[in-house]
T-cell receptor, first 114, second 112 residues
Framework: NAGVMQNPRHLVRRRGQEARLRCSPM?????VYWYRQLPEEGLKFMVY????????ESGMPKERFSAEFPKEGPSILRIQQVVRGDSAAYFC????????????FGPGTRLTVL | GESVGLHLPTLSVQEGDNSIINCAYS??????FIWYKQESGKGPQFIID?????DKRQGQRVTVLLNKTVKHLSLQIAATQPGDSAVYFC???????????FGAGTRLFVKA
């Protein structure tokens, strides 16, 4: 049973470009969470999605960031017009049910903005 | 605001010794607590969890203790091994919730 998959593992963008991060949850999991981690810091919640629905995006910056989890395909975290401060590791997690609470994490995408 | 914090940012132990990593939480509504292990360049890995109706839970070489009175959580690792070297995060949430709040992490060094 494959775990949570994320790609790309490393992404380099220049300021002003767009970054698209993909996450495929574990098989049977329909709940996806995105977190951001700065070096030597903990993970900060960004957004929680179910299939085709954003349930909680309270941790997402109001501008330039968006997320989706379509009926078919992976969840996408999109960052438009990236700035150097967006450089971080972005982790996706999934769970079978929110009330289970145990979230299983992917390996992360490390975004570097030049 | 709500926060989950750690008492010690780094911990160095001798191989074979027991390790204790501490964590404080401030949200009294939290009823579910998780410990994650994160190795360099990898995502957090679930270690063990505990719900607020329990004081102690044991896994393989790990034990989590929960003291609700003082809002304190600890992770005990028995017979620490070099492979245990990592950053350990405590996290909190509440039943039915989905916003897991992570602490800053404790880096564990295991000396051979």
């Amino acid at each position: 049973n494959a775990g949570v998959m994320q790609n790309p593992r490393h992404l380099v963008r220049r300021r002003g470009q767009e970054a698209r991060l993909r996450c495929s949850p574990m098989k049977g999991h329909s709940h996806v969470y995105w977190y951001r981690q700065l070096p030597e810091e903990g993970l900060k919640f960004m957004v929680y999605l179910q299939k085709e629905n954003i349930i909680d995006e309270s941790g997402m910056p109001k501008e330039r960031f968006s997320a989706e989890f379509p009926k078919e395909g992976p969840s996408i975290l999109r960052i438009q017009q990236v700035v150097r401060g967006d450089s971080a590791a972005y982790f996706c997690a999934s769970s079978p049910r929110p009330e289970t609470d145990t979230q299983y994490f992917g390996p992360g995408t490390r975004l570097t903005v030049l | 605001g709500e926060s989950v914090g750690l008492h010690l940012p780094t911990l160095s132990v001798q191989e074979g010794d027991n390790s204790i990593i501490n964590c404080a939480y401030s949200n009294s509504a939290s009823d579910y607590f998780i410990w994650y292990k994160q190795e360099s360049g990898k995502g957090p890995q679930f270690i063990i969890d505990i719900r607020s109706n329990m004081d102690k839970r044991q896994g393989q070489r790990v034990t989590v203790l929960l003291n609700k009175t003082v809002k304190h959580l600890s992770l005990q690792i028995a017979a620490t091994q070099p492979g245990d070297s990592a950053v350990y995060f405590c996290a909190e949430s509440h039943t039915g919730g989905f916003k897991t709040i992570f602490g800053a992490g404790t880096r564990l060094f295991v000396k051979a």
